[in-house]
């Protein structure tokens, strides 16, 4: 099946650093992509959606200027995390849409820790 | 908010065969349900998709319920490793209600 890769699948950074997350497609194009977070023992919630060439569309209470999407080609959409806080500290998740067949492909997903 | 509705938590026997049941009592006629599961500190993995007929692959069955307001995933021979958490949510392939969306799902324990 189509792969999605996520890089780093873990971070480590102090209090108040950015920290990126590239997510990829990789044998096929997405012309969407969704970035999720998920806390310890919850589900995963949705925090964005990603498509190419245009601007991301954040859901309620996602702070855009605090995760900056890119989405500058077809195979790559990135997640940026600003001024990290601890409260930032979370499992970030990518997911690609394959708009011909409508499937949903995941990625390993990122751990972040803000110390 | 999820469209669907799941037990939290399950057990199942090794060997046996697991049935997790979904609640989708609201969904619309392009709406396909799709169930994934996620091994901890995962991304979640793709299961099977089906719209209204009943679908198997190599993972799983699914059965859907003819009204469409509910179905099951079957696991026929659970092992070990099929200890997850398995989401079963709704979404079309193209239209505003294309955006994945999960609940809580359901924690599934394969005992030996």
Redesign the interface.
Known sequence: ?AV?S?HPSWVICKSGTSVKIECRSLDFQATTM?W?RQFPK?????MA?SNEGSKATYEQGVEKDKFLINHASLTLSTLTVTSAHPEDSS?Y?C?A?V?A?????????S?LTVL | DAKTTQPTSMDCAEGRAANLPCNHSTISGNEYVYWYRQIHSQGPQYIIHGLKNNETNEMASLIITEDRKSSTLILPHATLRDTAVYYCIVRSSSGGSYIPTFGRGTSLIVHP
């Open positions: 099946g999605v996520q969704f999720y919850q589900s995963l919630m949705l959606t499992f998740i997911s849409h708009r067949t409508g499937e949903l492909f995941f990625g390993e997903g751990r």
